[in-house]
């Protein structure tokens, strides 16, 4: 008995030394960029996609795919990233996020849903790889390339089609692209951690399925050329038939929650919003066709003839969807801005009221009364109105600039020189900004609270030596 016992430590002792070995000869897969270099590789990213697609500036938009991200990012408790919703404004089916957690969606794909819960599924999908970090753990793959080229390489990946093409220029962009694809675990663990983000939310998980199966029948049996989503997502149909087994495994599907917005006025917002706005045009003429009573086609037929110049045209489309639905803001909203820019400055005033009584938490409505208040020479209600939608809304570049004018207008130079910079900083000019920011500094004295962020900014844009990645 006692040397079977002698044996069996021995066994034991050599199954240790076997499993140390073998974890020393081959470490675990741990994240070759630290958190901080993540978030770096994601401002690069962000900088690339801003020049090759618009980023949507419709705040309603934004703030509904925002809102769903939130609700999906709220159970998972402290997060190492600050996360950030983005809709491009691309026909292309696609939706990526990068390190750092920055998510973008494109309108393409945006329109091609019919509830809520097949945008969560896409958005939670998109969060899991960040928070699995898939990017990071690509190990010797970027550890030899500076940050600044891996955002070239990864920004092409993610965005697929013609700025594929266009920054993937170089040898080293050519050969390493195949190397930092998502591979099929990644999308599987990304799947998996997916469905249980959105249930953790409320969301109805068979949202994520459907929504694949979308994708899958966008490309159709003989197509050649995908949507750009199935090629930065690869293995779709292994990937579907695979979610529908891990279904059965979650608890019984919670009641869906109560939807973050109003789907269908975002979608109207997104076709108007098409480069073809003739096609827009026709899009809502057929609509009233079908429906000549349908306030919602009216005013996306007012928001295109707008974006088109016709603006006495949209202004009589607005008027008739306000009729048929006068306790809507957003379109009571879009009257008052067709006036503003008729120079009917009285009736701009007008409708841009009531609607903020109806809607007070749009940011677009402050933003244009400011425009209002300021052509007609009151500048406190500009300024008050302007720093309202800031507020609601800090990201809708314009506000800087009218916010400029504001302070201008009332000699306050240190102010109107600093929101200039920010709105030549928003529109990809630095040099511009940085002229602006030094001289916003000039005009405020060594105790203002705003001279920190403002040289804060002079340092982020003054030019630097560039230094290879250790």
Same mark, same amino acid.
């Given at each position: 008995?006692?040397?079977?016992?002698? *044996?069996?430590?021995?066994?034991?002792?050599?199954?240790?030394?076997?499993?140390?070995?073998?974890?020393?000869?081959?470490?675990?897969?741990?994240?070759?960029?630290?958190?901080?270099?993540?978030?770096e590789?994601?401002?690069?990213?962000?900088?690339?996609?801003?020049?090759?697609?618009?980023?949507?500036?419709?705040?309603?938009?934004?703030?509904?795919?925002?809102?769903?991200?939130?609700?999906?990012?709220?159970?998972?408790?402290?997060?190492?990233?600050?996360?950030?919703?983005?809709?491009?404004?691309?026909?292309?089916?696609?939706?990526?996020?990068?390190?750092?957690?920055? +998510?973008?969606?494109?309108?393409?794909?945006?329109?091609?849903?019919?509830?809520?819960?097949?945008?969560?599924? +896409?958005?939670?999908?998109?969060?899991?790889?960040?928070?699995?970090?898939?990017?990071?753990?690509?190990?010797?793959?970027?550890?030899?390339?500076?940050?600044?080229?891996?955002?070239?390489? *990864?920004?092409?990946?993610?965005?697929?089609? !013609?700025?594929?093409?266009?920054?993937?220029?170089?040898?080293?962009?050519?050969?390493?692209?195949?190397?930092?694809?998502?591979?099929?675990?990644?999308?599987?663990?990304?799947?998996?951690?997916?469905?249980?983000?959105?249930?953790?939310?409320?969301?109805?998980?068979?949202?994520?399925?459907?929504?694949?199966?979308?994708?899958?029948?966008t490309?159709?049996?003989?197509?050649s050329?995908?949507?750009?989503?199935?090629?930065?997502?690869?293995?779709i149909?292994?990937?579907?038939?695979?979610?529908?087994?891990?279904?059965?495994?979650?608890?019984?599907?919670?009641?869906?929650?109560?939807?973050?917005?109003?789907?269908?006025r975002?979608?109207?917002?997104? +076709?108007?919003?098409?480069?073809?706005?003739?096609?827009?045009?026709?899009?809502?003429?057929?609509? *009233?066709?079908?429906?000549?009573?349908?306030?919602?086609?009216?005013?996306?037929?007012?928001?295109?003839?707008?974006?088109m110049?016709?603006?006495?045209?949209?202004?009589?489309?607005?008027?008739?969807?306000?009729?048929?639905?006068?306790?809507?803001?957003?379109?009571?909203?879009?009257?008052?801005?067709t006036?503003?820019?008729?120079?009917?400055?009285?009736?701009?005033?007008?409708y841009?009221?009531?609607?903020?009584?109806?809607?007070? *938490?749009?940011?677009?409505?402050?933003?244009?009364?400011?425009?209002?208040?300021?052509?007609?020479?009151?500048?406190?209600?500009?300024?008050?109105?302007?720093?309202?939608?800031?507020?609601?809304?800090?990201?809708?570049?314009?506000?800087?600039?009218?916010?400029?004018?504001a302070?201008?207008?009332?000699?306050?130079l240190?102010?109107?020189?600093?929101?200039?910079?920010?709105?030549?900083?928003?529109?990809?000019?630095?040099?511009?900004?940085?002229i602006?920011?030094?001289?916003?500094?000039?005009?405020?004295?060594? !105790?203002?609270?705003?001279?920190?962020?403002?040289q804060?900014?002079?340092?982020?844009?003054?030019?630097?030596?560039?230094?290879?990645?250790?």
């Amino acid at each position: 008995m006692a040397r079977i016992e002698k *044996l069996d430590w021995r066994i034991f002792f050599w199954v240790i030394i076997t499993i140390l070995s073998f974890s020393f000869f081959f470490p675990p897969n741990t994240p070759a960029l630290t958190i901080q270099e993540e978030r770096e590789l994601g401002e690069k990213i962000f900088q690339e996609v801003k020049k090759r697609w618009p980023i949507l500036q419709e705040p309603s938009v934004n703030e509904y795919i925002r809102g769903i991200g939130r609700k999906i990012l709220q159970p998972l408790g402290p997060q190492p990233f600050d996360y950030q919703f983005y809709v491009l404004n691309s026909p292309e089916i696609n939706a990526f996020a990068v390190p750092g957690g920055k +998510v973008f969606l494109n309108s393409g794909l945006i329109l091609l849903v019919e509830n809520e819960d097949e945008i969560a599924g +896409v958005i939670s999908h998109e969060i899991a790889h960040v928070v699995a970090r898939h990017i990071a753990k690509r190990g010797e793959k970027t550890q030899k390339i500076s940050i600044a080229a891996l955002g070239a390489i *990864l920004a092409g990946i993610f965005m697929g089609g !013609q700025a594929a093409g266009a920054i993937a220029t170089t040898t080293m962009a050519a050969s390493e692209t195949a190397l930092l694809k998502y591979s099929r675990e990644d999308e599987e663990e990304a799947d998996y951690l997916g469905l249980k983000f959105m249930n953790q939310a409320g969301y109805a998980r068979w949202g994520m399925i459907s929504m694949l199966k979308k994708l899958r029948r966008t490309q159709g049996p003989t197509s050649s050329d995908p949507p750009v989503y199935l090629v930065t997502h690869p293995a779709i149909e292994e990937r579907t038939a695979d979610l529908e087994i891990q279904m059965g495994r979650f608890p019984q599907e919670k009641e869906s929650q109560k939807p973050t917005g109003n789907l269908k006025r975002i979608q109207t917002k997104l +076709v108007a919003e098409e480069k073809d706005v003739s096609r827009s045009v026709t899009y809502f003429e057929n609509w *009233l066709k079908r429906a000549p009573d349908e306030p919602e086609a009216f005013f996306g037929l007012g928001l295109a003839q707008k974006k088109m110049g016709g603006l006495d045209r949209a202004i009589e489309s607005f008027s008739r969807a306000a009729s048929l639905a006068p306790r809507d803001g957003e379109i009571l909203r879009e009257l008052g801005t067709t006036y503003l820019l008729k120079a009917n400055l009285p009736e701009a005033q007008k409708y841009l009221e009531r609607a903020r009584l109806l809607s007070p *938490l749009d940011p677009l409505i402050y933003f244009n009364l400011g425009r209002v208040y300021a052509e007609q020479k009151l500048p406190d209600e500009a300024l008050q109105a302007l720093l309202r939608a800031k507020k609601l809304e800090p990201n809708l570049s314009g506000i800087y600039y009218h916010l400029g004018m504001a302070y201008g207008a009332k000699n306050m130079l240190g102010p109107a020189y600093q929101n200039f910079g920010y709105y030549y900083k928003a529109m990809g000019d630095p040099k511009t900004a940085l002229i602006h920011f030094q001289k916003a500094l000039s005009h405020f004295n060594e !105790q203002a609270p705003e001279r920190q962020a403002i040289q804060k900014e002079i340092q982020d844009l003054a030019p630097k030596k560039k230094e290879p990645r250790s």
